[in-house]
């Protein structure tokens, strides 16, 4: 994980790739990194870290998620009777609704 330059914890609401991409760009700008940094870190490639930062939506999720723990970030999934115990039984409809 990279050092962040500001310690205090911040909350955004994210509804679309193009949302996650502007997090992750905002977060690496405010660190003064470049995406090449970000990527090294990550374990991901400078291509990725621009596809993320334009919200390309079909991206995997496995890199996706080591590109927020080098950035200090994390991913929450918040919703009625949602927990770390039973989030494996959560199901989604066909139209991507729970």
Not at 34 to 52: C, K
Not at 69 to 77: F, K, S, T, Y
């Amino acid at each position: 994980m990279l050092p962040s330059g500001n310690t205090k914890m911040g909350r955004a609401v994210l509804w679309s790739p193009e949302d996650v991409g502007r997090a992750v760009r905002a977060a690496r700008v405010a660190r003064g990194l470049r995406q090449e940094d970000l990527a090294l870190a990550s374990g991901t490639g400078r291509r990725f870290i621009g596809d993320l930062e334009r919200g390309k939506p079909s991206l995997q999720l496995a890199p996706v998620l080591s590109v927020l723990r080098a950035l200090g970030l994390r991913l929450e999934v918040v919703g009625p009777s949602v927990s770390s115990a039973d989030a494996g039984s959560v199901v989604a409809e066909p139209d991507g609704r729970p």
